[in-house]
């Protein structure tokens, strides 16, 4: 499989390994980019777009990545505190009045955030009519009582994490969450990023193919390997109620219809180009879009632990996953990583400390939720390069 773009020559490791992925790991199509002290060392792209017509994968090719959507909506809700204009301590209610029921009168935004609100499941199957209506699923969660006491244990809110803070985004600023991303971080910052794809965008989006199948009848590697995987296939289960509704596959081609690539759902809509969302990290490790004090503060850690949903432990800042084996962080970032993964295997990760800005995009997912073989051997090399000659 041919590789193209470049590399400086201090990561050809990187290169390797991303030609192995490919040669030995089932890669379809992909693309890997990485920025350090705010300079391009790896620009990194092959395979197929789509595999039903060859359609080969190219330098812009974006593609749906994801719950490393929820770092970028994080860093909305951040930017909006960062202006004086809301208090992530403070409860939700105060700007979400109708929020305040069922119990949830002192659910805070920093709850929402570091997934400790107790609403990790929509309760009502969500038609496929509200799939564009995050108001609607967002009203729906306002009436529901959380699953244990706010604060006093986390898990994955997979979906509702975005449907919540998108929310909050909109009664702050008057935008949709999608919207206020492109005012006020993808557009000035030339990203090819977008929470909510326009129509020429969504049309040159890659095909996502395999991956996790919620409740599927066939276990399996994974599913016979650990509780995990075994949850998948149980539907009753919290994991699979998390991951499971809205239900993306009532749609023709699940995550590749159109309906969701434009709907912009702010946990895991985000449409972007492997360049683009290394591009995002890598301005948010030179501090401009948040203030570096800003970003000191998100990064520390707010929970860790056993993850009620993903049952394995997990780590959070606010919003920010943080080293653990729901973000396994090789190397030189086991301590200083943060960033998030994608369903799949997608990854965005930033390291202030190492300078760092890094993104895999992909077409083959794994049955993975969280962490993916391919981009850990990715990373390993990328951070393994930092200790070469320049």
């Known amino acids: 499989m041919a590789v193209h773009g470049w590399c400086h020559p201090r990561f050809s490791r990187v290169r390797e390994v991303f030609r192995q992925n490919f040669a030995g790991d089932g890669e379809l199509g992909a693309a890997f980019s990485v920025f350090l002290d705010d300079r391009p060392v ?21 593609t749906l990545v994801y719950s490393c959507t929820k770092a970028v909506t ?151 390997e650990d509780a995990l995987g075994a949850a998948m296939l149980d539907g009753e289960s919290l994991t699979a109620r998390a991951l499971g509704n809205p239900q993306v596959t009532k749609l023709p081609g699940g995550a590749n219809h159109p309906v969701i690539l434009r709907a912009g759902w702010p946990a895991i809509g985000v449409v972007a180009t492997a360049l683009g969302l290394a591009g995002f990290y ?46 396994p962080v090789p190397g030189q970032g086991a301590l200083t990583a943060f960033g998030h993964t994608g369903l799949g295997g997608f990854l965005g990760l930033g390291d202030v400390e190492h300078g760092l800005g890094m993104a895999y995009t992909m077409n083959r997912m794994t049955d993975a939720i969280a962490d993916s073989p391919r981009a850990l051997r990715l990373a390993e090399a990328v951070y393994a390069s930092l200790d070469a000659s320049p």
Do not use: C, N
Request: net charge negative; aromatic share 6%; charged share 25%.
């Open 42 to 62: 790896v620009d990194l792209w092959g395979g197929v777009a789509d595999r039903r017509d060859e359609r080969p994968w190219e330098r812009g090719t974006p």
């Open 74 to 224: 994080a860093t909305a809700v951040l930017l909006l505190a960062e202006r004086g204009l809301l208090d992530v301590t403070a409860p939700v209610a105060e700007v979400w009045p109708e929020f305040a029921r069922a119990g949830k009168e002192r659910v805070t935004v920093e709850h929402l955030l570091t997934h400790q609100a107790g609403l990790p499941v929509v309760e009502e199957p969500v038609p496929v009519e509200e799939f564009e209506d995050q108001e609607a699923i967002a009203d729906r969660l306002a009436g529901q009582a959380p699953l244990w006491e706010p604060g006093t244990a986390h898990g994955y809110h997979a979906l509702t994490y975005g449907f919540l803070l998108g929310e909050v985004i909109r009664r702050v600023s008057g935008k949709r969450a999608g919207e206020f991303v492109a005012a006020e971080i993808a557009d000035p910052l030339g990203l090819e990023l977008w929470l909510g794809a326009p129509g020429d965008v969504a049309t040159r989006a890659a095909r996502l193919s395999g991956g996790l199948r919620v409740g599927a009848s066939v276990p399996t590697a994974r599913a016979r």
């Open 282 to 327: 890598r301005h948010l490790v030179a501090g401009r879009i948040l203030r570096p004090e800003t970003l000191a503060d998100a990064v520390r850690p707010r929970v860790s632990g056993p993850d009620r949903v993903l049952l394995v432990d997990s780590s959070f800042g606010l919003g920010y996953m943080r080293p653990a084996r729901a973000f």
